[in-house]
């Protein structure tokens, strides 16, 4: 066994995050950016229960056009409030994160599901890049986020 390997096996799984993530969310947070509230997601992660499932969203639009794909975003997250079962969680990623800032066309919608009990989870390095804080939702580490998608009996993505 080469000695690379050999240490990449005795170390624990924290030690093999990057820098960056290693210790969590690092302290500094980009000039120009907001802080997100709750940097580490606490307590027990969403668990979608028999039949439950998770909408995974990486962009703030479906589709390639920016104007009908921003309306088609509102329009499938607007049903969502209306649909039973509601899923366990939905999970916002790259561009989408900016779903859940203040004055974004889908955030009645968000925070309707987020008073239903559905969890609303934000990914934190996305969401460092903001220039605001979200305004509905729970910042949540990558690993959380996986976690979600892991524990999940079906991801839907629109």
Do not use: W
Not at 34 to 46: D, I, K, W
Not at 70 to 88: C, G, I, S
């Amino acid at each position: 066994m080469n000695a690379a390997r050999g240490d990449r096996e005795r170390l624990s799984g924290a030690d093999r995050m990057p820098p960056a993530c290693a210790g969590g969310i690092p302290s500094a947070v980009p000039s120009g950016a907001a802080a997100v509230p709750e940097a580490r997601m606490e307590g027990p992660l969403p668990r979608a229960p028999r039949g439950g499932f998770v909408v995974y969203i990486n962009s703030e639009t479906v589709g390639g056009d920016q104007a009908g794909g921003r309306d088609l975003m509102r329009a499938f997250l607007y049903t969502l409030t209306e649909v039973a079962p509601q899923p366990a969680a939905i999970i916002l990623v790259g561009s989408a994160v900016r779903l859940a800032v203040p004055g974004s066309a889908a955030l009645e919608s968000l925070s309707v599901m987020a008073e239903q009990g559905v969890s609303i989870l934000v990914a934190e390095p996305s969401a460092r890049l903001l220039p605001g804080p979200v305004a509905v939702g729970k910042a949540a580490t990558m690993h959380a986020v996986l976690q979600a998608l892991i524990r999940a009996e079906k991801v839907i993505v629109p």
